[in-house]
């Protein structure tokens, strides 16, 4: 397995005070422990407040996204920024590939059509093995990964829109 690499970000614009959703797939609940972990971290340690929103599986990931962001717009506190986290383990069927792209295109059709900073932590792997090292917070960390993508996308989009 490769080493994660992360160059340190350095665009340090102030997200504290900001308001995340995590919507979670509760397919495999242990590995799902340790990538919310990892997604609580980070989120917190930027000062950013969280909503979590549990789902089945993968797939419900980017309807409940999608109906939460409208939930919020309409009382009047919206999403700041998105991390969706599930795990997809491969199987003996074709369902592994249609659970991981369809997920993964839905949620880039959120994220561009209604512009909203989304981390995409829901992990695949062909092994229950794989799955740990990629959720522990203490090997690959890919939840604190996803709600690192989310804040850094929201740090763009809060410093281009000062521009």
Known sequence: MADARRAPLKDRTD??????LIVEARFYDDI????????VAELSAAGVSYDVVTVPGALEIPAAIAIALDAAERSGKPY?????????VRGDTIHFEIVSMESSRALMDLS????????????TVNTDAQA????????LNKGGDAARAALTMLRIKRRLAKA
């Open 15 to 20: 997200v504290s005070g900001a308001r995340a």
């Open 32 to 39: 799902q422990d340790a990538l919310l972990e990892g997604a």
């Open 80 to 88: 700041d920024a998105v991390v969706a986290l599930g795990c997809v």
């Open 112 to 123: 561009v059509q209604r512009r909203v900073p989304l981390g995409n932590g829901i992990i």
């Open 132 to 139: 740990w090292a990629r959720a522990r917070a203490s090997e």
